[in-house]
């Protein structure tokens, strides 16, 4: 579609797709104030803390330094966020990429961490995965923040990161099955490896439940040679769910 005709359908009134406000961005002002109030979270995983802390227990504990230097989430992975991520991964509506990145953007250390990161990359799905949706959310989402703060965004890599097999159903497994389960699964593109060298990345996904899937991939950019990795998700799931 030309960029006119997308500026266009963008500047018509619109309701929001939560309250059915009118008129109204897709997510009113008044929804976001409710529903996406700043939270403490894990500086490695972005799990919600009760107070002003730096890590969760699970991360205190882990063995080794958390792969992740940073991790930041824009919402928890709640109503009214979960049905709209549902529409933007599985009903074909990749617009949502625009709002939820407007909301990672908002993020306090969003944009610092940004400007800081050399490299921009999508957690991968695997290539039968992306044949049947069509696209990426995790790309979507960066094309999102690059569009909004094209100054602030580092270069995209969209293939740095290879998904070479697709993961059983993790949805009732805990943080270590999990990682039992995603054990090779992310490795750095034979093409592209050499860019990663000595490089700050950041990794975008739409959804983070126990971390385990970003500390995967960021353990793959680390041994590709990535001096430092970070993440920017949309959403983060609790620990309950």
């Not at 509506?93 to 709002?99: N, V």
């Amino acid at each position: 579609m030309p960029a006119a005709r997308y500026a266009l359908l963008e500047s018509l009134p619109a309701t929001c797709q939560v309250c059915a406000a009118w008129p109204a961005q897709p997510v009113c002002e008044a929804c976001v104030q409710r529903f996406a109030a700043p939270r403490f979270r894990c500086r490695a995983c972005a799990a919600v803390l009760p107070g002003d802390l730096d890590l969760c227990g699970t991360c205190q504990t882990l063995p080794e330094a958390p792969p992740l230097a940073q991790c930041l989430a824009a919402v928890d992975y709640d109503y009214p966020w979960d049905h709209l991520i549902a529409r933007f991964k599985f009903r074909s509506e990749p617009g949502w990429a625009k709002p939820f990145a407007q909301r990672m953007l908002q993020v306090p250390g969003a944009l610092p961490l940004l400007q800081s990161c050399e490299l921009v990359v999508p957690v991968p799905l695997t290539a039968q995965r992306l044949g049947e949706r069509g696209y990426n959310q995790a790309w979507e989402l960066i094309k999102g923040l690059r569009r909004l703060a094209p100054c602030a965004t580092g270069c995209g890599m969209a293939t740095a990161l290879v998904r070479l097999g697709e993961t059983p159903d993790q949805h009732s497994l805990g943080r270590e099955a999990r990682l039992r389960n995603l054990r090779g699964v992310f490795a750095a593109h034979p093409l592209h490896a050499h860019g990663l060298v000595g490089r700050h990345v950041l990794l975008v996904d739409d959804v983070t439940t126990t971390g385990a899937t970003l500390h995967t991939a960021a353990q793959a950019l680390r041994q590709a040679g990535a001096a430092r990795v970070s993440a920017l998700v949309f959403a983060r799931t609790a620990p309950s769910r």
